[in-house]
C-alpha cells in the first residue's frame, strides 16, 4: 500500500478525537470485504452495545467464548494502515513506551429506528483507543420529530470529559464518507436512529488495545 502523509483535524473534549481520511484503496476494499462476504461473517451484536440487528465481525483477538472466536478476513495491508492511523494518534498525544494490539474489527449497518446507546468501548484491556470510519452515509436520514433546524438523524455525538462555560463538552461531527474519528475507549459516545425506511448507514469500528506508561506519558514534553 502506497504511503500518505498523514491528514487529520482534531477537537479537544478533555481527550483528543482525531479525524483522518480513509486512503481510497482501504475504503473500498472494507466496503467490498462487508457487501461480498456478509453472509459469511460471524455476527457480532450479542456482545456489543448496539441496538442494530446488522452487527458482523472482521477480525477479533480476543478471548474465545461461547460469543466468538479469533478470526481475521482483513488483509495485511489494511491491518497495517489501522496501526499506522493509531500509532500517529499516540505519538501525537506525546505517549511513550506503549505497545499496540488489534483486539476487534466489526460493521455496524444501521437501518431506521436502529441505534447506538450511550457507550464506552474496551478489549482485553481497559486502556486502548477505538474508532468510527464512515463506509456508508444516506443523503436523506428522513424528517427529523422535531427541531428540523437542528438535525440529529443517524447522527454520531461524541461526550467530552471537558466541563466549564467555554469548553467544546461535546462534538457532533458533520460526517462523511471517508472519515475515520479515533479518541479513548473510554470517550462515551452515541449514535442516534433515523426516520428514511429505504436507508442504510454503513459504520466500521476498530478497537486497538494500547498498553503505556502513564507517568512518563503525562509529564513528556
Given at each position: 500500500m502506497k504511503e500518505e502523509?498523514?491528514?487529520?483535524?482534531?477537537?479537544?473534549?478533555?481527550?483528543?478525537?482525531?479525524?483522518?481520511?480513509?486512503?481510497?484503496?482501504v475504503f473500498v476494499g472494507l466496503n467490498e470485504l462487508y457487501e461480498t462476504q456478509k453472509k459469511h461473517l460471524p455476527n457480532a451484536n450479542k456482545q456489543l452495545a448496539g441496538k442494530i440487528p446488522d452487527e458482523v465481525s472482521l477480525f477479533y483477538a480476543g478471548p474465545t467464548n461461547?460469543?466468538?472466536?479469533?478470526?481475521?478476513?482483513v488483509s495485511e495491508d489494511i491491518l497495517k494502515w489501522f496501526y499506522s492511523i493509531f500509532d500517529h494518534y499516540l505519538k501525537w498525544n506525546k505517549t511513550i513506551e506503549y505497545n499496540m494490539k488489534i483486539d476487534s474489527i466489526w460493521v455496524n449497518e444501521m437501518k431506521a429506528g436502529d441505534y447506538n446507546p450511550v457507550h464506552i468501548h474496551q478489549g482485553k484491556l481497559y486502556t486502548g483507543l477505538s474508532s468510527v470510519m464512515i463506509l456508508k452515509l444516506p443523503k436523506d436520514m428522513g424528517p427529523e420529530l422535531a427541531r428540523p433546524?437542528?438535525?440529529?438523524?443517524?447522527?454520531?455525538?461524541?461526550?467530552?470529559?471537558?466541563?466549564?462555560?467555554?469548553?467544546?463538552?461535546?462534538?457532533?461531527?458533520?460526517?462523511?464518507?471517508?472519515?475515520?474519528?479515533?479518541?479513548?475507549?473510554?470517550?462515551?459516545?452515541?449514535?442516534?436512529?433515523?426516520?428514511n425506511k429505504k436507508a442504510k448507514r454503513r459504520t466500521l469500528v476498530c478497537n486497538m488495545d494500547v498498553e503505556y506508561n502513564p507517568v512518563k506519558s503525562r509529564t513528556a514534553g
Open positions: 502523509k498523514m491528514n487529520f483535524d482534531f477537537v479537544f473534549l478533555g481527550q483528543s478525537v482525531l479525524k483522518y481520511q480513509v486512503p481510497l484503496e461461547k460469543k466468538m472466536h479469533t478470526h481475521s478476513y433546524d437542528q438535525p440529529m438523524n443517524g447522527q454520531l455525538q461524541i461526550m467530552g470529559s471537558a466541563s466549564g462555560q467555554f469548553v467544546t463538552a461535546d462534538y457532533s461531527p458533520k460526517m462523511k464518507i471517508g472519515d475515520f474519528y479515533v479518541f479513548p475507549y473510554d470517550v462515551r459516545h452515541v449514535v442516534y436512529p433515523f426516520t
